[in-house]
């Protein structure tokens, strides 16, 4: 899954940038200060970094001139109430990728990130596979279906209008065990409300919709 680090010193926006953006699938860290965005970029890897650019002690351009000169070249997207254009103009030779001027609708964020971020889908009626990000979601909604049956369910996607073999699904348990199939397919079949096509003595079969 896409994981990034998002510095911004107001705890509600903080908050509330997290909580959406965990909502579409991606993975998120974040920081009210450089102090604690320092301390992620030394544990962590990011696919990209949201940084503020005005904070209380330092600001987010100075941050990434010190991260640029750890040889650390994260795609950065600056979130700032600023119209200075030599602050932008600095955020770009530093490498950032893209702003975004406060107040802003969370939803403008995500079409940039989508835009950075494309992403490969397969689509089963109103349920739709994110491969990039290893995602289900039914309706428009993210959805977890546990480990086993999202495993068994990306297979049989991936296998659709085809027989997948049983042996092939008994490689995704750590014990192979028929009744503990049937059990997944069951409780897959329920939770997507899909239907799962025996076929006997061969294996189990999604049929094209």
Known sequence: MIKILLLEDDPLLNETLKLFLEREGYLV?????????????????????????????????????????????????????????????????????????????????????????????????????????????????IIDIGNIQHKIFIKLLKNLGKITPKVELYELFEHESDNALRVALTKIKKRLNINIKNIRARGYMLEKI
């Not at 835009?115 to 889908?121: L, W």
Request: aromatic share 12%.
């Open 29 to 141: 860290d974040v920081a009210l200060n450089i102090e604690e965005s320092e301390e992620f970029t030394f544990r962590n890897s990011y696919d990209l970094y949201l940084f503020d650019i005005n904070l209380p002690q330092g600001n987010g351009l100075e941050l990434l001139e010190y991260l640029r000169n750890a040889q650390d070249n994260t795609d950065t997207i600056f979130i700032t109430a600023l119209v200075d254009i030599n602050s932008i103009a600095k955020g770009f030779d530093l490498g950032a990728i893209d702003y975004i001027k406060k107040p802003f609708n969370p939803k403008e964020l995500l079409i940039r990130l989508r835009a950075k971020f494309k992403t490969n889908s397969i689509s089963y009626g109103d349920i739709e596979y994110d491969e990039v990000n290893d995602i289900i979601k039914k309706a428009g909604e």
